[in-house]
């Protein structure tokens, strides 16, 4: 069943667990001569393939096999979504609108270019109708390519109409959420094959498929959140990952190394597309390779040219988004640009023997790779003049104590619990789900193989210097240790430990971490050098048979333990049930005209946008300062503020109407954290707690607040604003027209 394929003759234990996981040696057919390779270890087990015809037709079944069950495994996964999506929403049953409306928050809001497109006249009219938007933002005309990740849904929207025959039977919003759950069958197949990569083991990624979906509420959410820019790029990155990996793990061709760079680059492209959050991934991911290159355990050519990928990829994306100034004014940028600059005035073999000196040597670099890109990147921000992105290093300021100047859109980050540190309850699910343990003990062990070789590097003669981006058929690199070996999995600890840390202050980091933890797990029980190590009086043959064992009782426990609460999932049936929200997108469908403009909730506007097609005043994607601040005007009908100030606020936006919602204005969660609370804070009232507690005590100042002092509609009220429409959740109230002199 094991991928791995061993040479009879007896090797170094340096050699073996260097080359255990080569799986370009679980082919069918020997390389030519020619080919070059990573070292002996390859040449010894494609002359003894050559030799055993048996041996090589057992190879090629095994890897037949494997590739077999890994698509087996991504087609349950995507299945197995869907069906949890469908039992939790009755998705194909319940009407149109209360599938639209299911899509909560910013979700709906990127499906709703997603209809536009498919509804289009033409789909070339839709694409240019979006770089000339005037709905999403009342009184501003936008590019909605150029402002949002939404490549995706033009994708997939052209795909569909291209596709007339799937249109006929499927509606588009199946045709979305299905190709959505592809993709992520898709994802478990990049990790199942990850895993088999570093391992040499296809049993290795069938475990990491397993420590995956065991793991499921801490690894993704795409069951009930499909449209979200994660459900699109998280696959995608790890596709790149695995990419990066076979490029970093041997040496090869010319031809086929411009081949792997060329699908780095587009699988970078591809994934800095669909998530405007990728360039802080990019950025974690940039300086594990970075550090790794400045510590001696990869070629720095190779390191070069990944970073020359990752910055073609993110000019790409630039200028397919019309310029978009916040990826153009990243810290990833500028950290490449630092980065691939200290690299290239460093040589692959610029180290000099000596712990003391090459320790200082690596403590300067990465001070200044850290000063270069601050310089680049508050250059670049202040002859573009980018303010866009502040309000996430605000957060941060606030976060780490760094300030105490709490503005709205701090304190919103502050209080929302997915950007809150990783609670002991996340801990305590991946401990019950095997992942957390192994996963620490796997990279303890592999931080101290790593000293090992940082010393053993430091402390040899160097090698010859070789110019860069000059192929080289077998480039010296430290053989002699086991991780000077591999610098693939340098890379993976050093990466996985960044992101792990960002998981542990931000909560919602876990699903990028996670996922990257289990592939580690399972090398951890799959780690070759261990079995040797412990059984080393024995076989090749019980080695392998002991490590095969392993993995498959450790599936076996693990499945023994989660299979009960997944079928206990399954068997749960659910109905999509919110008539205040149907009747209220009914309404507005109904008795209003197609042009008005709406203000309310961010979460709400997305809805209101998708089921009826009307303006927004603003809307649930943050990423720009105008409407940051709109936004923060906008929600003053929750504040403390008088009618003729909000309505003041309201005939500036362009407003028609105004929806307001009591789980907002009579919110009694946490204190401090309600929205009520924080615009109190903002807006320099004291809030209703401090008071007494919502009220109760002595009334903080003479102003009611807007939402409650409306629904008496005095004649003065009647004047700015008029409710239309009611039920047990929303209010609409209609902005009046006949302004007063003084406005």
Avoid at 397 to 426: N, P, R
Wanted: aromatic fraction near 12%; glycine fraction near 4%; hydrophobic fraction near 45%.
């Amino acid at each position: 069943m094991d991928g791995e394929v061993t040479d009879s003759a007896a090797q170094s234990d340096t050699e073996t667990d260097s080359e255990d996981v080569k799986t370009d040696a679980d082919t069918c057919e020997p390389t030519s001569a020619e080919e070059p390779t990573s070292n002996q270890f390859y040449r010894n087990m494609q002359s003894s393939v050559d030799d055993a015809g048996p041996t090589r037709w057992y190879h090629c079944v095994n890897v037949v096999l494997g590739a077999v069950v890994m698509c087996a495994v991504g087609a349950i996964y995507s299945w197995y979504l869907y069906t949890l999506h469908e039992n939790m929403l009755w998705f194909s049953h319940i009407l149109e609108v209360e599938r639209e409306i299911s899509f909560r928050t910013e979700a709906g809001l990127y499906y709703s270019y997603y209809k536009q497109l498919v509804e289009a006249h033409t789909f070339a009219q839709g694409v240019w109708d979006l770089t000339r938007d005037n709905v999403t933002e009342n009184w501003r005309t936008i590019n909605i390519l150029n402002r949002f990740n939404i490549y995706q849904e033009v994708f997939l929207a052209g795909l569909y109409r291209s596709l007339p025959l799937i249109a006929v039977h499927l509606p588009p919003i199946f045709f979305y959420v299905h190709a959505i759950f592809v993709l992520h069958g898709v994802y478990l197949m990049a990790l199942y094959a990850l895993s088999w990569l570093l391992t040499g083991s296809w049993v290795a990624g069938l475990l990491t498929s397993a420590f995956y979906l065991c793991n499921r509420s801490h690894t993704t959410r795409v069951d009930f959140t499909a449209p979200l820019r994660e459900s699109f790029a998280l696959p995608l990155y790890s596709m790149q990952l695995l990419m990066v990996t076979l490029f970093l793990r041997k040496s090869t061709s010319v031809k086929y190394e411009k081949l792997q760079l060329l699908v780095v680059f587009l699988a970078t492209s591809n994934f800095t597309i669909t998530w405007q959050f990728a360039q802080f991934i990019l950025l974690l991911q940039t300086s594990a390779l970075y550090l790794t290159a400045i510590l001696g355990l990869v070629e720095i050519c190779k390191v070069q040219k990944l970073l020359l990928c990752s910055m073609a990829s993110i000019l790409l994306v630039g200028f397919l988004q019309f310029g978009n100034r916040m990826l153009l004014g990243s810290l990833a940028l500028s950290f490449l640009l630092a980065a691939y600059t200290l690299l290239a005035i460093m040589s692959d073999r610029s180290q000099t023997v000596g712990l003391f000196h090459n320790f200082w040597r690596v403590c300067a670099r990465s001070v200044s790779v850290l000063g270069l890109t601050l310089l680049i990147n508050c250059c670049t921000k202040a002859s573009l003049r980018i303010e866009d992105d502040q309000h996430i290093f605000r957060f941060l300021q606030v976060k780490f104590g760094l300030s105490t100047e709490w503005d709205f859109d701090s304190h919103l980050y502050i209080c929302h619990s997915a950007f809150d540190f990783m609670s002991w309850s996340v801990v305590r699910d991946l401990t019950r789900g095997l992942v957390l343990p192994i996963y620490a003990v796997t990279v303890l062990g592999l931080m101290l193989a790593t000293l090992a070789a940082v010393l053993k590097k430091w402390t040899e003669v160097p090698d010859e210097e070789v110019p860069c981006f000059k192929h080289e058929k077998d480039p010296p690199s430290t053989k002699s240790s086991f991780m000077g070996a591999r610098p693939e999995l340098v890379f993976h600890m050093i990466h996985g430990a960044l992101i792990g840390f960002m998981a542990v202050m931000v909560t919602r980091m876990k699903y990028v971490w996670v996922p990257q933890a289990c592939v580690l797990a399972a090398y951890g029980i799959a780690l070759p050098g261990l079995w040797r190590t412990l059984l080393a009086t024995t076989s090749n043959t019980i080695i392998q048979a002991a490590r095969i064992s392993a993995l498959l009782l450790t599936l076996a426990l693990l499945m023994t333990r989660s299979l009960p609460s997944i079928r206990q999932e399954l068997d749960v049936l659910q109905e999509f049930y919110d008539p205040d929200t149907v009747e209220l997108m009914d309404w507005i469908n109904y008795y209003t005209p197609p042009d008005a403009a709406f203000s309310g909730s961010m979460q709400l506007m997305a809805g209101v946008k998708l089921c009826t097609g009307r303006t927004l005043t603003n809307h649930p994607h943050y990423e720009d300062k105008q409407v940051r601040e709109r936004t923060f005007q906008l929600l003053q009908v929750y504040g403390r503020q008088s009618v003729e100030e909000v309505y003041r606020i309201h005939r500036t936006m362009g407003t028609d109407y105004i929806i307001l919602e009591d789980s907002i204005c009579l919110a009694r969660g946490p204190q401090g954290c309600r929205l009520k609370d924080i615009l109190d804070t903002a807006n320099g009232h004291i809030p209703d707690y401090v008071a007494g507690g919502d009220g109760s005590g002595e009334r903080t100042m003479q102003t009611p607040r807007f939402c409650q002092a409306i629904k008496d509609q005095t004649p003065e009220q009647l004047k700015y604003f008029m409710k239309v429409f009611h039920n047990r959740t929303f209010r609409i109230y209609k902005v009046m027209d006949n302004e007063p002199d003084e406005y």
